[in-house]
């Protein structure tokens, strides 16, 4: 049974927009929320989070948004550059680090 | 600077053969360590985690075992491989905050 459901396998949008990500979660113990990126063949970084007390969070070019009522966390990137091509992850996070982590969106940024 | 290390980077493994895959990390002591797998078309699972020397947590019953010997140092078996313990295994580290994980290159294990 997924816990965090990211339910588009891939996006493409247009260097200069807005790329918008989502991700739906069905339980609310964690205390953190968070996104990760991953490029082909590496481990993926850590990119922001967001803690469940608050509903957003900003960071440069990358803002988080946390719906509590809705279950539901959505990553924008604005404005998206083709470096940002990647894989994302959203992730909820645990009292010990562990993390548990949706499927992954892979994002695509054409010039 | 902390840096992290995983070995090998490929591995292929005949099914019922033995498994070892190590983790070190530098830069930093007493850190929480993580063993994650990606199989194909699915998320990155967490195996196991420990926070400290000789302290495992298993998240997911298998096949699979985890120890720390030393303090910066995970390592990840088996005593016989499956064909599904075939995916791209994962080892991180975090201090603090928990949650900011630093990650492996990874090892990508195809069990034939």
């Known amino acids: 049974d997924q816990q965090v459901k990211q339910n588009s396998p891939s996006l493409s949008v247009q260097e200069g927009r807005i790329s918008i990500l989502n991700c739906d979660y069905t339980n609310s113990m964690f205390d953190y929320f968070l996104w990760y990126k991953k490029y082909p063949a590496e481990g993926p970084t850590f990119l922001i989070s967001i803690s469940s007390i608050k509903d957003k969070n900003e960071d440069g070019r990358f803002t988080v948004f946390l719906n509590k009522s809705a279950k539901h966390l959505s990553l924008h990137i604005v404005p998206s550059q083709p470096g940002d091509s990647a894989v994302y992850f959203c992730?909820?996070?645990?009292?010990?680090?562990?993390?548990?982590f949706g499927k992954g969106t892979k994002l695509s940024v054409k010039p | 600077s902390q840096t992290i290390h995983q070995w090998p980077a490929t591995l292929v493994q005949p099914v019922g053969s033995p498994l070892s895959l190590e983790c070190t990390v530098e830069g930093t002591s007493n850190p929480n360590l993580y063993w994650y797998r990606q199989a194909a078309g699915r998320g990155l699972q967490l195996l196991f985690y420990s926070v400290g020397i000789g302290q495992i947590s298993s998240e997911v019953p298998q096949n699979l075992s985890a120890s720390r010997p030393q303090d910066r140092q995970f390592i990840l078996s088996s005593k016989k491989l499956l064909l599904s313990d075939s995916g791209f295994y994962l080892c991180?580290?975090?201090?603090?905050?928990?949650?900011?994980?630093?990650f492996g290159p990874g090892t990508r294990l195809t069990v034939t």
């Open positions: 991180a580290w975090s201090a603090w905050p928990l949650y900011e994980q630093y």
């Open positions: 992730a909820l996070g645990g009292s010990q680090g562990n993390l548990i």
